[in-house]
């Protein structure tokens, strides 16, 4: 769909946007600005629509651009997560279910290959963890699943290998009608096996064998930051993308900067005197090739005047650390995690709580309901995975951040405050009970002999309780009426 232009020609009006449907012709609109006299994305040399490939080369190219890809990823994937039946058992007993994934795990390293196709998802606007089902030589990537053939194996047989690619392999998608149960979803991709980094194996496969078209049973569809689409996510550099050319853009410059300036110019004065003859000049040209592209240290001349020209030289690092805040701001990723554990530094406790927050949201919607769940419903499912005994199974996994010695001695000495607060409530409370409490932070369960008794109103209120006995006055003598009558 075209945009309709304004009538001066200047760019699209506030009601040409009202018909736009995607980001292509999004794309056309940003960074016009002045009634179209100035279009910042040509200023700043931005690329108004990057698409796979540039995110793929800049995620290889790119030191900012690999941490943001891959520093969520692979903090998501630390600690790696752990199916548990519902069912309660006695500890260290499994149930068949989580029996039967822990030998899946492990004979297929799967959370190694998970980690790596989450990664690959990220880069664009989906990824896929391909399965290679045991269900038969004669079953070939287009045809769905056998389950009955896959059914046969034992767990730790039924999936015979794995491989994550990136949206850069997928060449082109075939749509699910909408009577067939998957309206909106991919029934078939089209694969192109080669490597995706080019790193050369294309020879392994046959004339037209390196493109196949692949049954959507076979593969896990992984796409994180899903807006209005449930197939394809947002990329993950798609809104730093400016962001991360323009540290380049800096990183480079400021490098070319200080190489010129330890190899300064050259004023070369001939003198007016000088009768310099054709192989003079080639000469004078010989001697200035070396002395700034061979580094040599002199130059030898005659009748010729050579004088430095001084460069000016410029501290990049405050749009260096502009940049860097922008694009912690968009990633939740802390800025010295960004810029690596800079003079010995490390990121705060806040903002570790922030990123690792974000992380959690990442596994919470992507990590574990389209890899982790979705692997093993379809394992229940083929009747490979004996199910869940307690009918329903939850996805358990180590807190990603480890509390310092600080933030546990705090924690520990509020809730030491806490026992002597209760304590006189609660007095059956004995001293193992307390220390429970105060290492691991779990209240001890009480008897009925132990419960905390009723407090009485006034006492609480700070007056003496109920038939109390006063207090001795401090001098010894009598108590006073308080009326204040000395006789």
């Known amino acids: 769909m075209a945009i309709e232009h304004s009538e001066d020609g200047d760019g699209p009006t506030r009601d040409d946007f009202g018909g736009l449907r995607n980001r292509a012709v999004l794309a056309a609109a940003l960074g016009i600005a002045y009634g179209g006299k100035r279009d910042y994305y040509d200023n700043f040399a931005w690329d108004r629509s990057p698409d796979i490939e ?35 058992t006695e500890a260290g007993t499994d149930t ?73 392999s997928v060449t082109d998608i075939r749509w699910a009608d909408a009577n067939s149960g998957r309206w909106g979803q991919p029934e078939y991709y089209r694969i192109d096996f080669s490597d995706e980094n080019d790193a050369g194996t294309e020879d392994i ?58 190899r300064p110019g050259l004023h070369i004065n001939v003198d007016k005197d000088a009768n310099l003859n054709d192989d003079a000049e080639d000469q004078i040209d010989a001697e200035t090739d070396a002395y700034v592209n061979e580094f040599q240290p002199m130059m030898r001349t005659q009748g010729v005047e050579v004088n430095r020209i001084a460069g000016e030289q410029i501290d990049p690092e405050k749009v260096k650390q502009a940049l860097i805040e922008s694009l912690s701001e968009a990633t939740k990723i802390p800025q010295k995690i960004l810029k690596g554990n800079e003079s010995g530094e490390v990121a705060g406790a806040q903002d570790l709580r922030e990123f690792y927050g ?34 329903d199974y939850s996805i358990d996994r180590e807190p990603l951040a480890e509390q310092d010695e600080q933030e546990q001695s705090e924690i520990q000495e ?74």
């Open 205 to 262: 496969f046959g004339a037209g064998q390196r493109e196949q078209w692949v049954h959507h049973s076979r593969v896990i569809h992984i796409a994180g930051g899903l807006l209005d689409d449930e197939v394809r996510g947002t990329p993950a550099l798609e809104p730093v993308y400016n962001t991360v050319t323009d540290l380049q853009k800096l990183e480079g410059s400021a490098a070319e900067a200080a190489y010129s300036i330890a």
């Open 96 to 168: 068949d279910f989580e029996s039967d994934m822990s030998d899946v795990v492990s004979s297929t390293r799967l959370w190694h290959y998970c980690k790596r196709a989450h990664l690959l998802s990220r880069i664009g606007q989906f990824g896929l963890l391909m399965i290679g089902w045991a269900d038969g030589e004669d079953q070939q990537f287009v045809d769905p699943v056998d389950q009955s053939a896959v059914a046969q194996n034992d767990p730790g047989d039924a999936i015979e290998w794995l491989r994550p690619l990136s949206q850069i």
């Open 414 to 487: 509020n809730r030491s405050t806490v026992i002597k607060n209760i304590a006189q409530y609660a007095p059956g409370l004995d001293t193992k009970a307390i220390v429970e409490f105060i290492e691991e932070g779990e209240f001890p369960e009480m008897d009925e002999s132990q419960q905390p008794a009723p407090m009485n109103p006034a006492e609480d209120a700070g007056a003496p309780p109920p038939n109390a006995t006063p207090p001795a006055l401090a001098d010894g003598g009598e108590e006073q009426d308080g009326t204040g009558d000395d006789g």
């Open 54 to 88: 540039d995110y793929y080369a800049s995620f290889l190219r790119n030191p900012h651009a690999n941490a943001v890809i891959s520093i969520p990823a692979e903090t998501a994937w630390r600690n790696p997560p752990e199916y548990v039946d519902e069912k309660n």
């Open 358 to 391: 974000a992380v959690a949201e990442l596994i919470e919607q992507v990590c574990d309901p389209q890899i982790v769940r979705e692997l093993a419903d379809r394992l229940v499912k083929y009747q490979v995975v004996t199910g869940p005994a307690g009918g």
